[in-house]
T-cell receptor, first 109, second 114 residues
Framework: GQNIDQPTEMTATEGAIVQINCTYQ??????LFWYQQHAGEAPTFLSY??LDGLEEKGRFSSFLSRSKGYSYLLLKELQMKDSASYLC??????????WGAGTKLIIKP | TAGITQAPTSQILAAGRSMTLRCTQD?????MYWYRQDLGLGLRLIHY???????GKGEVPDGYSVSRANTDDFPLTLASAVPSQTSVYFC?????????????FGQGTRLTVV
């Protein structure tokens, strides 16, 4: 079967760095997405990786290793507004998105 | 720009009743999707449409139907609601059906079936 694993919840301190991991087992691979979802709101796009390596976008970076079925989202200089759920999703060989359950990130002052 | 709009925002529905969740986008995107989001689970695809006039079944299509008469609208219908359909429903769109592009989500419809 297809499976995306992420930690359920993480806690970090304002100004610090946090890494949210995602491992996947899917039928084929056409790319990996990270979305941010604040409580009660819609998911919004953060990043897309299709090749191995690190993609940096401001305070957020995303890493992919296709051979290991592994990705992480790195958030630097954490701000209170970064408190949200972070969703990992893999596009399989049929171009269907398979979603993880999300990681709820709690930022403390 | 409105982007993608869903209605209603929330609804309480009696079991056995029918209901249509509305979704409209003004970005002229070809592909549209309906997902449900339940606590502890990832988003699950119900139905999708890669272009006006075509639809397809996702991971959890049973009990739901969709239509795509034009580019902008993609309504989701529950013919006879059951309590297990209590969920938050998200409509999304992307420029093409090849999903290696960013998807834009509506604000969601919170549905409670009692």
């Amino acid at each position: 079967g297809q499976n995306i694993d992420q930690p359920t919840e993480m806690t970090a301190t304002e100004g610090a760095i946090v890494q949210i991991n995602c491992t996947y087992q899917t039928s084929g691979f056409n790319g990996l997405f990270w979305y941010q979802q604040h409580a009660g709101e819609a998911p919004t796009f953060l990043s897309y990786n299709v090749l191995d390596g690190l993609e940096e976008k401001g305070r957020f970076s995303s890493f992919l290793s296709r051979s290991k079925g592994y990705s992480y989202l790195l958030l630097k200089e954490l701000q209170m507004k970064d408190s949200a759920s972070y969703l990992c999703a893999v596009e399989d060989s049929n171009y269907q998105l398979i979603w993880g359950a999300g990681t709820k990130l709690i930022i403390k002052p | 720009t409105a982007g993608i709009t869903q209605a209603p925002t929330s609804q309480i529905l009696a079991a056995g009743r029918s209901m249509t969740l509305r979704c409209t986008q003004d970005m002229r995107h070809n592909a549209m999707y309906w997902y449900r989001q339940d606590l502890g689970l990832g988003l699950r695809l119900i139905h999708y449409s890669n272009t006006a006039g075509t639809t397809g079944k996702g991971e959890v299509p049973d009990g739901y139907s969709v239509s795509r008469a034009n580019t902008d609208d993609f309504p989701l219908t529950l013919a006879s609601a059951v309590p297990s359909q209590t969920s938050v429903y998200f409509c999304a769109s992307s420029p093409t059906g090849e999903m290696n592009t960013e998807a834009f989500f509506g604000q969601g419809t919170r549905l409670t079936v009692v």
